[in-house]
């Protein structure tokens, strides 16, 4: 049985330990942090939780292949899922407009709302229906996976959006709610592709919530990885690999400690690895990702307040225009805010937690770094000025809201940085642009044998499913190393079900 160490115990590295151990090897996930999850994660304040994660999971729908996976790991097995009718609602001038998730719905919604851009309308929704086809999700009309030379077919009519950022897909639509309601959730350089993936998902029901949300989905990982025999070793900080005659022997940790190993899974931000902790270089297509200006790495600040339920008029997340005066300071033009009330645990009776979301790109999530390294106080005084300029474009909105909304948290890209040791608090892979393909980066590290990749950047847009499948796929090719070399027989997908039945 080979002993298998992985750095870092987010989802790829807890995916990589319990795949790992399905497949019959050792693993032992080294965690820096108090608790395993990595982004996947939430966090107490006082009486109240707040979520730092999942907006939507990807593979919660039982017919889709993602949430064979998720029930592999421990994530959603025997869990409620969370199905809300609307994923976002964008508002201009009063009028409003919902992604709901009934697609002939939203199609007469948008229609309703601009009967002139009807073109453009029912090309988006053909797109999206195409996607589920090739995705095999249950949505209204679909129940299958489309057949070889149906997914041929279908391709033509994903290319327009291909070939389109979001941004230029929203100019397309002559009707400013039309408008925002495309192009207000993402960055604008995102390909349109991930859009209509994501409309596909949430759509085909295949992105809900499991109760609990992010922290409890982490935790239940983290006791699948226990129940297979695999140990988590928390507050364990990686600080060196150390190397010898093209291997990797060892890892040396912040504690004085160093542990053996056969094999090493990098599970973390590799541009916190390569050159940092281990002394190789990065694999030359990540590394041409990472220097590629179009592929933007995005990080957020955000707030979280408690508000009266009773005050609360909208469910999920509401986007709303920010009143001109407040643009420059807090960089948007848009607000985008969450409400929980859907996770009654979360918050005391009568109330619910609200969160605000604010995008950054590198450049501005290196400003917030480099403000909390040179001077805590003026940190946490901008943080403080960005949640009352919040607070304040909240209430002129929902005037109802006026003296129910209490300032329970702010963070920002220095606490993602601080938290996950990502480089630019960055907790997706780069932004998935127009004009690429989501083509997977393998996981071998050239110069040495045994160290392997799992993490979410080895494929854009990153994501919890991303994660998820890197780590399998790591845990995959060491269990195939294996059985080359005479050690252990590796056949996929039999000893999984084999090994989750004994536990
Ligand atoms: C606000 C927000 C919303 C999101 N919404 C969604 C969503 O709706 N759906 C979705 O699919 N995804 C979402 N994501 C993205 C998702 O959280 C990430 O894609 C995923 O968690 C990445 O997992 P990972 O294991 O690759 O990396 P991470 O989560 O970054 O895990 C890396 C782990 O490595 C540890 N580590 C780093 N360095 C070391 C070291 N030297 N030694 C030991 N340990 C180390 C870190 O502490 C961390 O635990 C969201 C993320 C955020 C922050």
Redesign the pocket.
């Known amino acids: 049985m080979a002993k298998v160490l992985i750095?870092?115990?987010?989802?790829?590295?807890l995916s990589a330990g319990i795949y790992s151990e399905l497949c019959g090897q050792h693993a032992v996930v080294?965690?820096?942090?108090s608790a395993?999850?990595?982004?996947?994660t939430g966090w107490q304040r006082g009486e109240y939780h707040i979520d730092?994660?999942?907006?939507?999971?990807?593979g919660t729908n039982p017919s889709s292949d993602t949430y064979k996976t998720w029930e592999e790991l421990g994530a959603l097995g025997g869990i409620d899922i969370f199905q809300g009718d609307t994923l976002y609602t964008c508002e201009y001038r009063g009028e409003t407009l919902s992604l709901c998730k009934n697609l002939k719905r939203l199609e007469e919604s948008m229609l309703a709302v601009s009967p002139r851009d009807k073109d453009e309308i029912r090309s988006l929704i053909r797109a999206v229906r195409t996607m589920q086809g090739l995705c095999g999700i249950a949505g209204e009309e679909h129940d299958k996976k489309l057949s070889l030379s149906g997914k041929l077919s279908a391709l033509p009519m994903l290319t327009k959006y291909y070939a389109l950022t979001v941004s230029e897909l929203a100019s397309r639509f002559s009707h400013p709610l039309l408008r925002r309601f495309i192009g207000a959730f993402w960055g604008e350089d995102f390909g349109a592709l991930a859009l209509v993936t994501v409309f596909a998902a949430f759509c085909g029901e295949n992105g809900g919530i499991p109760k609990g949300s992010s922290r409890a989905m982490a935790e239940r990982m983290s006791s699948r990885l226990k129940a297979l025999g695999g140990e988590l070793l928390l507050g364990?900080?990686?600080?060196k690999i150390n190397r010898l005659n093209g291997k990797a022997v060892s890892v040396d940790f912040a504690d004085d400690t160093r542990i053996e190993a056969d094999y090493i899974v990098v599970?973390?931000?590799p541009a916190?690895v390569f050159g940092k902790?281990l002394d190789a270089d990065m694999p030359r297509r990540l590394a041409k990702q990472y220097k590629d200006p179009r592929l933007h790495r995005f990080s957020?600040y955000?707030c979280a307040l408690s508000c009266d339920t009773s005050a609360l008029s909208f469910k999920g997340d509401f986007i709303f225009d920010v009143p001109r005066k407040y643009r420059s300071e807090l960089r948007i033009n848009q607000v985008i805010v969450r409400e929980f009330s859907h996770e009654e645990a979360f918050a005391p009776r009568g109330k619910t937690v609200l969160q605000t979301?604010t995008f950054c790109y590198e450049d501005e999530a290196r400003k917030f770094i480099e403000l909390r390294d040179k001077d805590r106080e003026a940190y946490e005084r901008k943080k403080r000025s960005l949640a009352d300029a919040l607070v304040r474009i909240l209430v002129m909105k929902f005037p109802q809201m006026k003296g129910k909304l209490e300032l329970l948290d702010v963070w920002t890209p220095a606490t993602?940085k601080r938290?996950?040791?990502?480089e630019t608090g960055s907790?997706?892979s780069f932004v998935f642009p127009s004009k690429r393909l989501p083509v997977r980066i393998g996981n071998r590290v050239k110069g040495l044998s045994n160290v392997l990749l799992a993490?979410?950047w080895q494929q854009m847009p990153?994501?919890?499913?991303?994660?998820a499948e890197?780590g399998k796929r790591a845990a995959e090719t060491i269990a195939k190393t294996e059985a080359r070399e005479g050690r252990r027989l590796f056949s996929q997908r039999k000893p999984y079900a084999e090994r989750l039945g004994e536990i």
């Open positions: 750095i870092g115990g987010g989802v790829a590295g080294c965690e820096r942090h395993a999850g990595g982004n996947l730092n994660c999942i907006h939507w999971l990807t364990k900080e990686a600080v599970a973390c931000d916190a902790l957020s955000q979301l993602y938290y996950t040791g990502s907790y997706m993490t979410q990153g994501g919890l499913p991303i994660a890197a």
